[in-house]
């Protein structure tokens, strides 16, 4: 989809299964692992990659409804559906899609990482991390125009550690999967942190927004749309309500109709304006919040969610705001 990527993902991607390794070699000689700060990180990763989950959802749901109204606008006017605009969103959809996936893996990542911290589960993180990993794989397939430079998958080096999971020390093992987790959000950061993809999404959202304008004219200037509600939301501190004659009062009135068209205007080019880049931005803290945790625990010192839950907060914030839009 895209034709630049970032350099700096394919020279980590090179060395990612050497340094895999490099980092179990040594994971033996580490402090010890706290149990209870391992399910802490992962109560906060599962909520983290849910939030950001859901936060792309809506924000699907956005830009299709968003599509609606350009395929109406162009309806209406004979032109034929917008071939390039819905190619575009193909693009989009499609991007979309395939972070769904490697953010849904990654909920089942936590989950496992949990079940393994509190009680033991080598199978189900194995098995978990190796669905990450091949979501991440597509994604990364995806955003990017050349073939991910890695001479070992993952899912190679994940199964070769499973199969001694049973003989190791429990806090090794959590430390093992910390360390593979770790280094697959380093990948995933790098891939969200390219800025093509992130302008992709802004210009096609820019482009929506006029034609989501242009609809909504075209039905009040046709006596579709019923102004009250808008008029409603204006009188709202004097406790005041639109008359049931708002609207023919209103298209009689040129003033007013400038006033409505403003504030229409308005409302479908700012109001909540930025809402999917606050989502994709609150999504890449998160992720660099729960590398500097997993660090932190793998080093065995104390875990901090504080910072993390503030994130999640947002993310479920602006996932509200944006299904809230939609309904």
Known sequence: MLTEHNIAFFRSTRIFSAGLLLGIAFLSGCASISEQN???????????????????????????SAMEAEVFFHSYAGVGKPSGLLDDWQQVKTELDARKAVFSRLTTVYAAFGDLASSTAPEEIKSAIDGFDKALNSYSALVTTA??????????????????????????????????????????????????VQEEMTSFKENLRGSRLSASR?????????PSPMLNDLAADSGFKAVSDARSIIMKSAPLKRGVDGVMAFRIQHRNAGLEQRGYTSTRQALRALIDEHKKLEKGEPVTIDELQQIVNELHSISNLLSGRNQ
């Open 38 to 64: 391992a399910v802490k990180l992962a109560t906060s990763g599962k909520s983290a990659s849910s939030s950001a989950l859901s936060t792309i959802f809506a924000t699907d749901s956005e830009y299709e």
């Open 147 to 196: 073939r991910p430079l890695v001479p070992e998958s993952t899912s190679v080096v994940v199964g070769n550690i499973a199969s001694r999971l049973l003989t190791v020390r429990k806090g090794r093992l959590i430390r093992q999967s910390s360390v593979i987790i770790r280094q697959q959000l380093e990948r995933l950061l790098l891939l969200l942190d390219n800025k093509l």
């Open 218 to 226: 075209l039905l009040m200037k046709n006596d579709l749309l019923d």
